[in-house]
């Protein structure tokens, strides 16, 4: 089985979810926010094992009270930031900077809890990215970003995904991965692009209509201007909704086309056209629900994004898996604290 183009795909279900998402948001509500640690676990764990490839499922085996750990500590120093700040500025902005010093070490601890707790076919995945390198990557590049005004920002991106995906294993096998930082300058150029011609485009309409209301019959000039203004922002507001679907869309697929997994290719084809009905119909269908359409909305984009995805494997996969879970229990796999906590960022 030589080069050929394995499909992921999503099988869960917006009923199902259904379920599973009010249950957590109540118990969440009545525990004060304690029970969003078990919720975070049972969405993920829905998620993943209802995504599969190759016949079999993903699963999480993350533990909530690692979970609710990272978020205490997380809770404790913005907490700790807020109330000084206010208190006490300069040492406030101590502390401030104290946090982005950690901030580095607490994103490589969650990437290595993340992938230590995911598994296919009963092997886990990892992360072996350094701490140094986290320091470069989450406080140099960013730091560059803000000082060159964002001009930089695609650099930073580039240089995090790199590190994020080029660290990763599956079994004794590395993720590598060779997007270069010219693809993400490109949607960078592309999205600031399409967003200045949006706003200049709209702006010129009102200007035009403005400065040639004494055209236009006595008595209707106001009504006429406000409704080509309120038209005019409905179209500016779609248009602006169209690029987040471009970003979107034209980052995952330049990431996932660059990564690789040993010799097999991830592929990834999503459209922004498609994901600017699906954003903009799950909007519209959260707010004509109050919000109950929400964990509907997270599995029709859920789906949409796994359905996109692909792997173009060289050779077969059940060899490739099986030759994982030999070398693996051949030398032992080691679980140290470092896996003891998660932060949500």
Known sequence: ???????????????????????????????????????????IQYFYRNTWFNGSSFDYHGSPHAILKGRIIAVVLFGIYNVTVKVAPLM??????????????????????????????????????????????????????????????????????????????????????????????????????????????????????????????????????????????????????????????????LVWNNTYLGPHRFVSALQARKLFWIFLSNIVGIILTLGLFKPFADIRLLRYHVDSMALQTEGDMETFVAEQSQEVSAVGTEVANIFDFDIDF
């Open 1 to 43: 089985m030589q080069n050929q183009q394995q499909r992921f795909s999503f099988t869960g279900t917006g009923s199902e979810y259904f379920r599973i998402w009010i249950v957590n948001l109540l118990l969440t509500i009545v525990t004060f926010g304690i029970y969003s640690a078990w919720a975070k676990v049972k969405r």
């Open 92 to 253: 406030g902005l101590a502390i401030f900077a104290l946090i982005l010093a950690v901030m580095p070490l607490l994103v490589l601890k969650s990437f290595q809890f993340r992938l230590h707790n995911t598994s296919y076919r009963g092997l886990r995945f990892s992360f072996v990215g350094t701490l140094k390198a986290a320091y470069v990557n989450f406080i140099l590049y960013p730091a560059l970003a803000v000082v060159s005004l964002t001009l930089l920002s695609p650099l930073a991106q580039q240089r995090i995904k790199r590190y994020q995906h080029g660290n990763s294993r599956f079994g004794q096998t590395s993720f590598s991965f060779n997007a270069g930082v010219g693809g993400f300058f490109k949607i960078y150029f592309l999205t600031v692009l399409m967003t200045i011609v949006a706003i200049l485009v709209v702006a010129a309409g009102v200007g035009f209509l403005v400065t040639h209301q004494s055209t236009m019959p006595a008595g209707n000039n106001p009504q006429q201007i406000m409704k080509f203004v309120a038209a005019a922002y409905l179209v500016l507001i779609l248009l602006m909704f169209f690029v987040a679907p471009y970003v979107v869309s034209r980052t995952q697929n």
